[in-house]
């Protein structure tokens, strides 16, 4: 991410489990998109993955649209598959949106302090939406209360778990503590402690309430906005997975990106836009979450906010 925004690079392939790609774009000024499931394909390597989703950190609206259409498209046994777009990503990004109606949020599933920038960013997002002649409106999203981080960590640890035995596997060396961090070993220690029963519950629950959501809020709305991000950047080492106390690694890492992880669950596209800059320097990103295999839609509007307020020629200070 950092060598994207210091033109070292035009675009970078990453993952996104909770946030991976979303997260990094918004620290660091660029266009960061987690496609619908299934829309990227997983395979060889990969075969089933409910959260993980492969996409790209660009500089701009149009690069990650040309990115998407390279990277797009089913390989024969993946286990989800996204329906081909009517056009190409790239021509969505080029063409006007239309008057979308956008819902407006600053929850989060967890009780998460947001910061203020955040909070700015996401209120002038929403009148620049309103300006540019969108029907925009303030949600009460269906995620708040209920008990969704407990469920979801049951699948991530099952998730970080199957990757340390899978490295097992492939490495033909025992995984043990000296082999991983000590969040990733932590991870798999708590999946350890789950029945297959727990697991196969929990990817219920998970599943009934993407439907919940999807249903309560993309019936009524277009798009929703929302933070990417509930903190300012982090220094790099603030968030430390090899401190002693992983666990309250953890609960920073839920803390700092609170919104990202809900469209892993319900398998939606969603994109991190740097339009915003904190009296810190410091880029403030917005998230914008679409209807299921709606990556059209996005590219398109993330297109407009981008042509009103221009973020790629942006360049971060070195010394």
Same mark, same amino acid.
């Not at 925004?5 to 970078?12: F, I, L, R, S, Y």
């Not at 701009?60 to 329906?83: C, F, I, K, R, S």
């Not at 932590?186 to 697991?199: K, N, P, V």
């Given at each position: 991410?950092?060598?994207?925004? @210091?033109?070292?690079?035009?675009?970078?392939?990453? +993952?996104?489990?909770? *946030?991976?790609?979303?997260?990094?774009?918004?620290?660091? *000024?660029?266009?960061?998109?987690?496609?619908?499931?299934?829309?990227?394909?997983?395979?060889?390597?990969?075969?089933?993955?409910?959260?993980?989703?492969?996409?790209?950190?660009?500089? @701009?609206?149009?690069?990650?649209?040309?990115?998407?259409?390279? !990277?797009?498209?089913? $390989?024969?046994?993946?286990?989800?598959?996204?329906?081909?777009?009517?056009?190409?990503?790239?021509?969505?990004?080029?063409?006007?949106?239309?008057?979308?109606?956008?819902? &407006?949020?600053?929850? *989060? #599933?967890?009780?998460? $302090?947001?910061?203020? $920038?955040?909070?700015?960013?996401?209120?002038?997002?929403?009148?620049?939406?309103?300006?540019?002649?969108?029907?925009?409106?303030?949600?009460?999203? #269906?995620?708040?209360?209920?008990?969704?981080?407990?469920?979801?960590?049951?699948?991530?640890?099952?998730?970080?778990?199957?990757? &340390?035995?899978?490295?097992?596997?492939?490495?033909?060396?025992?995984?043990?503590?000296? !082999?991983?961090?000590?969040?990733?070993?932590?991870?798999?220690?708590?999946?350890? @402690?789950?029945?297959?029963?727990?697991? %196969?519950?929990?990817?219920?629950?998970?599943?009934?309430? %993407?439907?919940?959501?999807?249903?309560?809020?993309?019936?009524?709305?277009? &798009?929703?906005?929302?933070?990417?991000?509930?903190?300012? #950047?982090?220094?790099?080492?603030?968030?430390?997975?090899?401190?002693?106390?992983?666990?309250?690694?953890?609960?920073?890492?839920?803390?700092?990106?609170?919104?990202?992880?809900?469209?892993?669950? +319900?398998?939606?596209?969603?994109?991190?836009?740097?339009?915003?800059?904190?009296?810190? *320097?410091?880029?403030?990103?917005?998230?914008?979450?679409?209807?299921?295999?709606?990556?059209?839609?996005? !590219?398109?509007?993330?297109?407009?906010?981008?042509?009103?307020?221009?973020?790629?020629?942006?360049?971060?200070?070195?010394?």
């Amino acid at each position: 991410a950092a060598a994207l925004v @210091t033109g070292e690079a035009d675009a970078a392939l990453g +993952t996104d489990s909770g *946030g991976s790609i979303r997260i990094p774009a918004a620290c660091c *000024g660029l266009v960061g998109l987690k496609p619908s499931r299934g829309r990227v394909s997983l395979g060889p390597v990969l075969g089933e993955s409910l959260l993980l989703c492969d996409g790209v950190l660009t500089r @701009t609206v149009g690069d990650t649209a040309a990115a998407l259409d390279a !990277l797009a498209g089913y $390989e024969p046994g993946d286990a989800n598959w996204a329906p081909p777009g009517q056009e190409p990503f790239f021509d969505a990004a080029r063409r006007e949106p239309g008057r979308l109606r956008v819902g &407006v949020t600053l929850d *989060g #599933p967890l009780d998460a $302090e947001l910061d203020p $920038e955040s909070e700015r960013a996401v209120h002038e997002t929403a009148t620049l939406l309103g300006e540019l002649g969108h029907s925009v409106e303030e949600v009460d999203p #269906p995620w708040k209360g209920g008990d969704l981080l407990s469920v979801f960590m049951k699948l991530w640890c099952v998730s970080i778990g199957s990757a &340390v035995v899978q490295g097992g596997l492939v490495t033909g060396r025992e995984a043990s503590p000296e !082999l991983v961090e000590p969040l990733t070993w932590w991870l798999y220690e708590q999946a350890r @402690t789950l029945s297959s029963l727990d697991y %196969a519950m929990a990817i219920g629950q998970l599943q009934a309430f %993407a439907r919940s959501m999807v249903a309560s809020l993309w019936a009524d709305h277009d &798009v929703v906005l929302l933070p990417t991000l509930a903190r300012r #950047p982090l220094r790099i080492g603030e968030l430390d997975t090899c401190s002693d106390d992983p666990a309250a690694t953890f609960r920073l890492s839920g803390q700092f990106t609170p919104h990202t992880a809900l469209f892993n669950v +319900t398998g939606q596209p969603a994109v991190s836009l740097p339009l915003h800059h904190g009296d810190d *320097g410091l880029p403030t990103a917005v998230q914008l979450a679409g209807p299921p295999a709606g990556e059209a839609t996005l !590219l398109s509007l993330a297109a407009q906010l981008e042509d009103a307020r221009p973020w790629a020629d942006r360049r971060p200070s070195l010394p």
